[in-house]
């Protein structure tokens, strides 16, 4: 399944699922004025492992960042001519691709009921999202990208959209820096990350109670 992006490339699956909260939401809210909600588009079911272990979330996760490196590289150093359907689209491609072949290893931080698991699929998220934030930063990529918007082949608002947002992604992630500030840059990032992902961790992992009396919880459900 191609998830393309929508607010910007290379989203994590957080993103998406905070993404797909909003689009019912706002789904909910137009039923309610009266209006049909927009139909769902079809669905292609993904073939996902929700019962992975530790070991495995480490080995999968590893192996498809390397797949997703390597198929970026190839792109940057081909020779064709920097278009949309060279540059743009494959590079969604791979991105989607990453998401989709990680979504149980990413996910799984949130739902298992296995420490282990869910520190594994913690380290997974940290380790794409370093990844993604390295690559977008990579100045052949962007000048690829660039290239690409100047040759005018993307087709229609959606592609020339999307181009735009590749090439803001990769201009925030630091691309168009000089060398030492870019690597600083891309260090920090995923710097950032980490310390998010641990965040989110210690809040999930948090055990704390409270006593509440009868009186303190009246009125409650």
Do not use: H
């Not at 590749?166 to 630091?174: E, F, K, L, Q, Y």
């Amino acid at each position: 399944m191609k998830m393309q992006s929508v607010l910007q490339p290379a989203i994590t699956v957080r993103t998406r699922s905070r993404l797909l909260r909003g689009m019912l939401v706002a789904a909910l809210f137009s039923t309610a004025l009266g209006a049909a909600p927009p139909a769902p588009p079809a669905a292609v079911p993904l073939n996902i492992d929700w019962n992975l272990s530790a070991a495995q979330i480490d080995a999968t996760c590893k192996a498809e960042i390397a797949r997703a490196d390597a198929r970026i590289t190839a792109l940057i150093r081909a020779r064709s001519a920097r278009t949309f359907d060279t540059v743009v689209l494959p590079l969604e491609t791979i991105s989607a691709d990453l998401n989709d072949a990680t979504a149980a290893q990413q996910f799984l931080t949130y739902v298992s009921t296995d420490k282990a698991v869910r520190d594994a699929s913690q380290k997974c998220d940290t380790e794409q999202a370093a990844f993604l934030s390295e690559v977008t930063a990579r100045p052949l990529l962007f000048e690829g990208l660039k290239a690409a918007k100047a040759s005018g082949t993307a087709s229609g608002d959606a592609q020339t959209k999307l181009t735009d947002l590749w090439i803001d992604a990769s201009r925030r992630a630091g691309a168009g820096l000089p060398e030492t500030a870019r690597n600083d840059f891309v260090k920090l990032s995923a710097q950032l990350g980490d310390v998010e992902n641990q965040f989110s961790s210690d809040l999930r992992n948090d055990a704390t109670t409270i006593t509440l009396s009868a009186a303190q919880s009246a009125g409650l459900p």
